[in-house]
């Protein structure tokens, strides 16, 4: 743990490879094998669980807890994930996913929130900005729609590119892929 630390200071690393190449990055704690293993300059990140913040290097104010949450992050910053995978391929800002595999291919997308087992999470691209989905694989499929919103399980699960939509209780709008404004 800690064995590149140059500069750095008020860092907690507990377990193999914990912050691993931190030379100088500065209050951040990683609690778990390869957990902030690649930081080197990010600051102010936690990290709890199995290479949860895996590739962070200069991403700073990330909390991560569960198995490779926010595992690709490298700059991103402001996350909270929680859960195994949740965020797993982010590398924007402003997200949070709470829930196994919530916005797992999140990559550019910011401002998203999602909550529940796969919700915001099938796409390789994910989603847009401004989305919010609360419920097992809500808004699942989407792929750069915008300003959605989404609450029940499936809830706009086919949803692709549209945006301005909402939809409430279970399977609402599920079968929409690109409409908008319902």
Excluded: W
Aim: with cysteine; hydrophobic share 25%; charged share 5%.
């Amino acid at each position: 743990a800690l064995f590149l630390n140059s500069t750095g200071s008020r860092n907690v690393a507990v377990g193999t490879s914990a912050l691993g190449y931190n030379s100088s990055g500065s209050g951040n704690t990683a609690v778990g094998y390869n957990a902030l293993y690649r930081n080197t300059t990010g600051r102010k990140n936690t990290s709890a669980g199995d290479s949860s913040l895996y590739s962070n290097t200069t991403g700073y104010q990330n909390t991560a807890t569960g198995y490779r949450a926010l595992y690709s992050n490298t700059t991103g910053y402001n996350n909270t994930a929680m859960g195994s995978e949740a965020l797993y391929s982010n590398n924007a800002s402003y997200n949070t996913g709470l829930g196994i595999r919530a916005l797992y291919y999140c990559q550019a997308g910011s401002y998203n929130t999602a909550v529940g087992y796969g919700a915001m999470a099938a796409t390789s691209t994910g989603p847009g900005h401004h989305n919010t989905s609360i419920g097992n694989e809500a808004l699942g499929k989407i792929a750069g729609g915008h300003n959605n919103t989404s609450a029940g399980s499936i809830s706009l699960q086919s949803l692709t590119t549209g945006s301005g939509n909402t939809a409430m209780g279970y399977s609402a709008l599920n079968f929409t892929t690109t409409g908008a404004h319902n």
